[in-house]
């Protein structure tokens, strides 16, 4: 009696199934991503790659992963990959820029961001805005607030609404002596969007400074209410990346408020 074959999978059918649900699997990950869940997303992006090793928007994602889990040398990596897959995708280099930055390597990632600006210099909207953004974090890391403070502003006539952009060109006018113009747009900021704490902080260190101490309290008191970071002087210079003036105003404000 004849025993029939056994079925073995061949290398090609496995991989054939994994490319039928390649789509499911880079939803998957996409979304842990997005969530904020990014010890699971990364091996989901892990098991996209070894499926589509050619997709340059996977490489992208992981790296942004791979930076949020503070990693920026494998971001750079991959973003660094990602661009070699689609030399003419603006996300990578953005990307890279990012953890460029959190690397300290300025020059790298003003290049990076440059790289944008270079082949949309009329765009509006996104990438230029946020390349602007970020060129304007490089260039007040360095100490040059006058051109942060352009950055700025260009970033948020990019993409009209980019409130966290027209907060960083107050507080770089609030560094540079433009108190009266700072206060302005700050005041602006807050009648539009009352709720924006960064707007509020960076009043409420202003109004210190310029001797209004009731209204800088009932700042503040919506202001650590909304984000209870702005209290903490490391995170306003490192990651929000306030300029020092605003930094130490506020901290003296911390220091002295009852």
């Not at 950055?151 to 002596?177: D, I, N, T, W, Y």
């Amino acid at each position: 009696m004849t025993s029939m074959p056994t079925m073995i999978p061949t290398l090609f059918s496995l991989l054939l199934g994994l490319q039928l649900l390649l789509p499911q699997l880079f939803d998957q990950a996409l979304s842990a991503s997005r969530q904020g869940r990014f010890d699971e997303a990364l091996p989901l992006w892990n098991q996209v790659l070894e499926v589509a090793p050619d997709d340059a928007a996977a490489w992208s994602n992981r790296g942004n992963v791979q930076l949020a889990l503070g990693d920026p040398r494998a971001a750079i990596a991959d973003q660094t990959k990602a661009m070699q897959l689609d030399g003419e995708s603006p996300d990578p280099h953005l990307n890279r820029g990012t953890a460029e930055e959190a690397l300290g390597q300025w020059a790298a990632a003003e290049a990076d961001y440059r790289w944008i600006l270079e082949r949309a210099p009329h765009d509006a909207g996104e990438p230029r805005a946020s390349a602007l953004y970020n060129l304007g974090n490089v260039q007040g890391s360095l100490g040059d607030w006058q051109e942060a403070r352009s950055c700025f502003e260009a970033a948020s006539l990019a993409r009209p609404g980019f409130a966290m952009a027209r907060s960083s060109a107050a507080l770089a006018a609030f560094q540079l002596g433009d108190r009266a113009e700072a206060e302005r747009q700050l005041r602006n900021l807050i009648r539009r969007y009352p709720l924006f704490a960064d707007a509020r902080a960076g009043l409420t260190a202003l109004l210190w400074q310029k001797g209004a101490r009731g209204e800088a309290e009932s700042n503040w008191a919506a202001a650590s209410g909304l984000d209870p970071r702005y209290r903490q002087q490391e995170w306003l210079l490192a990651t929000r990346r306030w300029p020092p003036e605003p930094v130490e105003a506020l901290a003296q404000f911390l220091a002295l408020a009852p």
